[in-house]
T-cell receptor, first 118, second 111 residues
Framework: DGGITQSPKYLFRKEGQNVTLSCEQN?????MYWYRQDPGQGLRLIYY???????QKGDIAEGYSVSREKKESFPLTVTSAQKNPTAFYLC?????????????????FGDGTRLSIL | SQQGEEDPQALSIQEGENATMNCSYK?????LQWYRQNSGRGLVHLIL?????REKHSGRLRVTLDTSKKSSSLLITASRAADTASYFC???????????FGPGTRLSVLP
């Protein structure tokens, strides 16, 4: 079955530590996204990538880094510079970032990684 | 910034009743999408409505869009306990801009 796989499901970070969240998709989608969700709130965009080897900052990129070396993979690193990392992290993908007719395409989501501080 | 705001924040209904959620946004859009999120899971795309459309149906879902009022509504008919989830609208303002999710409506359907 095609889909997006996020791992691990739960992750704990020690102070001063960098941690990496994995996101893999087998949908052959060009665009991939990382969102942060805090309790009772909507999603905030961290980073997005519309094509391999290219990515752009979203609204809350500080303290995070990404890479897009393969079409299928878009890992997110939460660095020690992110002082409040506790949240639910969601990865998504879409066929492309924006359709030729204008407007964003539907996004497919993984089941998230819940990150907590030890 | 461009953002959809859902209303109400929380809604509790009995199984079999209809549920209506609203979304308001600030600037003109290309399209508006509705998503569902079950507790502890990722979002699932429900329906996309373009700015030149006024109404769209998908099974028990009906979405309307009023661009003059900058608002949309999601109606779930004959609700079931399995419809219990949070529902989000997502809007995109301009070509090339990523869309923005609202804070969501938490729907509880009681058996």
């Amino acid at each position: 079955d095609g889909g997006i796989t996020q791992s691990p499901k739960y992750l704990f970070r020690k102070e001063g530590q960098n941690v990496t969240l994995s996101c893999e998709q087998n949908l052959n989608h060009d665009a991939m996204y990382w969102y942060r969700q805090d309790p009772g709130q909507g999603l905030r965009l961290i980073y997005y990538s519309q094509i391999v080897n290219d990515f752009q900052k979203g609204d809350i990129a500080e303290g995070y880094s990404v890479s897009r070396e393969k079409k299928e993979s878009f890992p997110l690193t939460v660095t020690s510079a992110q002082k409040n990392p506790t949240a639910f992290y969601l990865c998504a993908s879409s066929i492309d970032g924006v359709s030729r007719s204008g407007g964003n395409q539907p996004q497919h989501f993984g089941d998230g990684t819940r990150l907590s501080i030890l | 910034s461009q953002q959809g705001e859902e209303d109400p924040q929380a809604l509790s209904i009995q199984e079999g009743e209809n549920a209506t959620m609203n979304c308001s946004y600030k600037t003109s859009i290309n399209n508006l999408q509705w998503y569902r999120q079950n507790s502890g899971r990722g979002l699932v795309h429900l329906i996309l409505i373009r700015s030149n459309e006024r109404e769209k149906h998908s099974g028990r879902l009906r979405v309307t869009l009023d661009t003059s009022k900058k608002s949309s509504s999601l109606l779930i008919t004959a609700s079931r306990a399995a419809d219990t989830a949070s529902y989000f609208c997502a809007t995109d303002a301009d070509y090339g801009q990523n869309f923005v999710f609202g804070p969501g409506t938490r729907l509880s359907v009681l058996p």
